[in-house]
Every structure is written in C-alpha cells, then in structure tokens.
C-alpha cells in the first residue's frame, strides 16, 4: 500500500493502560505511514489525557483532529473485543492456511534436517508460501531452543529454535506457535523454516530462495 493511503477503520478501537481505557472509538482511521501495515489514528476527542502519555500521541502524518498513538506507550489494544498485538491488522492482509500432502524436505548445509508428507502450507499475503511440519517429521534433535520470541497479530507469539550441523550453528532458524490466534489455528505445535535461508524441497523440486526482508 502506497505511504499515506487513509481509509476509515469500520471497528470499534480501545487502548488501555494500567487496566483504564485511554482511547475508545469507532471513528479511527487505517493510515499507511510505512508501506508493510497500517497504523491507526484516532480523533483526538477520543484521548483520554490523564491516561494517554502526552509524550505518546504525535500528529504522524497531520491529519486534521487526530494523532497517532505510540503503539508500545499502552498496555493492550482492541479492535472490538479482541486484543491486537504488534500492530493493527492490514484489511488486505490475508492468512490461509491450507493441509497437504505434498512432500516436503528441508535441507540445512546439504543435511536433510525435515522430511514430511503432511505439511501445511500456510498462504501469507505478500509473503512466500510456509511449510509448516509435523515434529515428527524433524530432526528436533539438531534444534536447540532460541531465547528470541516474536509476536504476529495474525497469527500470535512465536517460540524459535537455532539449527546444529556438524559444529556450525544457524541461529533463529525455526519458529513455532505453541498457541496461536484462533485464525490460525491449525499451524499450533508445527514448526517452519525460512525459506530464505535453507534449501526446501517439494515433490522433487529444489525452491528458488525467495528474497524478503527476512533473508
């Protein structure tokens, strides 16, 4: 989405800090100040200042009546009744997750490191297909767990694991949502690699490395 795209947000947004609500309307707006995700402005009616950090809202992009709120400067964030985490979710942001049976093999410095007939593949806009597998199906013995964590709104929190072979480490190579969003329910207790940075084998064929952010 183009820097500056602002469209109205049709949910009802709240912020809260230290268990009060500093922010409740439903007459926010999806800004594009960066191009990856939205952000949302709220009327500047709808600020609580004795709750909301005077230090926290900013004009942003100087839209008249509303501001942008630090995301972090809260506690937790709502859309509706649902708690939001990391950022708003993009509206033209799609997740689909999808079971298969295509066979799979990851491959880490040559060393097959996962093998599966039952992946699922998960489908993330503007992101290369995930293959996300079984346990089972992975040498968890080379996997040592990672103390890195990360959190997705579409999909919730993430554990990671860093890959052994023969003495070379590859850090934060793997994740995992041991409980993720509702949405995403069918990834819990999977684990994936990057794309970017193993060799990933599907019914034969060897995957062009894809080039995102996350190479």
């Keep these: 989405m183009e820097i500056g795209h602002t469209e109205p947000c049709p949910r009802r947004v709240r912020a809260a ?11 926010a707006l999806y800004v594009w100040d960066i191009p990856y995700y939205p952000a949302w402005y709220v009327p500047n009616s ?5 709750v909301v950090p005077a230090g926290a809202i900013t004009t942003g992009l100087g839209i008249d009546g509303y501001s942008r709120i630090a995301w972090d400067a809260v506690d937790a964030w709502f859309e509706e009744d649902e708690e939001v985490f990391k950022h ?11 079971h298969s049976s295509r ?26 297909v995930r293959y996300y597998l079984p346990k089972l199906d992975v040498r968890m013995d080379l996997l040592s767990p990672s103390d890195r964590s ?27 949502y041991r409980e993720p969003i ?7 207790g999977l684990v994936c690699f990057y794309n970017e940075r193993v060799d990933i084998e599907v019914d034969g064929q060897m995957l062009a490395r894809p080039k995102t952010q996350f190479a």
């Design 17 to 27: 800090l230290g268990g009060v609500v500093g922010v409740d309307t439903t007459e």
């Design 182 to 188: 509702p949405e995403a329910a069918k990834i819990a």
């Design 88 to 98: 708003p979710r993009d509206p033209y942001h799609r997740v689909d997750v999808l």
């Design 46 to 50: 709808s600020i609580v200042p004795d």
């Design 150 to 176: 990360s959190v997705c709104p579409y999909k919730g929190t993430a554990e990671y694991w860093s890959v052994n072979i023969n003495g070379s480490l590859h850090e934060d190579l793997v994740w995992g």
């Design 103 to 128: 066979h799979v093999r990851v491959l880490v410095d040559g060393q097959v490191v996962a093998d599966s007939r039952s992946p699922r593949l998960l489908f993330e806009t503007n992101l290369p």
